[in-house]
């Protein structure tokens, strides 16, 4: 996996219903106000909220708009908080084969500071599922969805980190400087429709779903049509952790994304697999997703009740789009210390070429421990501009065999490299 470019493809489809929907109010303002303000972490670009069930402590959960329902990923911190559970629900994963069981807790409290989410139903994953702290390098608990969003006006701002979240009533009238392009709501699940320019391929336009989930640029489904057409240049890899599993296809790029009139150009862009469940894509009625790779570039206000998106570029719209030009994919190991580890070395890349591997610990990145780090940066650093010269200290460590005995052996390596743009 390449947790630089992680898509957190946690899309979910379910084989029962909730049922409850039409009874749930969704979040709400606390106090009479036209509008607050809700601070959120950006780690990888996924929007992550401190949030606290039935007054418990807050946990991090991610802002997902590709998911229907809340979810916690962990059974046992369920427990813990004294969740209570009705019935046993089966899931489909997004890998389309690996089948979960969560347990549906009907009414719960979300606290999100100054919102709060009342008679909220969480799926409650039976298994907990921990792996994503390995990849974003902070611990997630779970995320919420459509709820959150489906009565208010819900601005995010990657320039300042703050979610704005409106009273249904203030946003009547599309604020200065700001586009609109048009949202359907299906599903609990927001599109819209975007123009592509592909490198190679006619020019397409496309039902895209709008995923904060996920942090691809631009992901593109090759099953749903014939028109999709991979580009000359891609890199075979993992394209990201979901619920069932990693996702592998290709990485390549297309000439330009069209919004509502902006236009996102060489955009790094996800073909995931085909696969004999392809067809609960085919199903969507959509042909792919962007990701927060594309959002974070603009200031976006979605306004599901309208059905539109109204959104202007960011501070960063410019900023090129990149893929890992290293090589290595990093995850963290799940130890109470802070250590990371190379969980993948692609052959023939700069990594690879000056002597890293596959398993291989990071001790210190450009001199500095590993301690002083956090993933998201490391990750950063490793994409962000091709000739930047990277120094990677690092312990191998090997199980030889002596005198009959199996013993450990370690190494320290000193891996030094020039970033390569491979896409």
Known sequence: MNPKYIALYILIFFMCSLGVEAQIPGFNIKK???????????YNNLIIVPVSINGEMSVNFILDTGVRSNILFSKTLGDE????????????GADGQTVLTASVSPNNTLDVGPVVGEMQPMLVLDEDFMELEMVIGIPIMGVIGYEFFKFNPVKIDY??????FYRSSAMKWRPLGYRKTDLVIENSKPYLRASLDQ???PDLNLKLLIDTG???????NRETTDDIKLPPKVMESELGRSLGGDLFGFIGRVNKVKIGGIKFKEVITSYPEITEFSFIIQESGRQGSIGTDLISRTKVILDYQRNRMLFKKGQDFGRPFEFDMSGVSIRMLPTDEKRFYLSEVRDGSPAYENGLRTFDEILAVNKIPIDFWELSEVNKI???REGRVIRLDVIRRKEESEAGETVVVEQIIEATFELKRQI
């Open 32 to 42: 009479d106000r036209r509008s607050v303000t809700i601070p959120f972490f950006d």
């Open 81 to 92: 908080i004294g969740l209570q559970y009705t019935r046993k629900l089966n899931l489909m």
């Open 159 to 164: 320039d300042l980190k703050t979610l704005t």
């Open 199 to 201: 490198i190679q391929g």
């Open 214 to 220: 996920a942090n691809h640029g631009l992901l593109l």
């Open 382 to 384: 490793l994409r962000s």
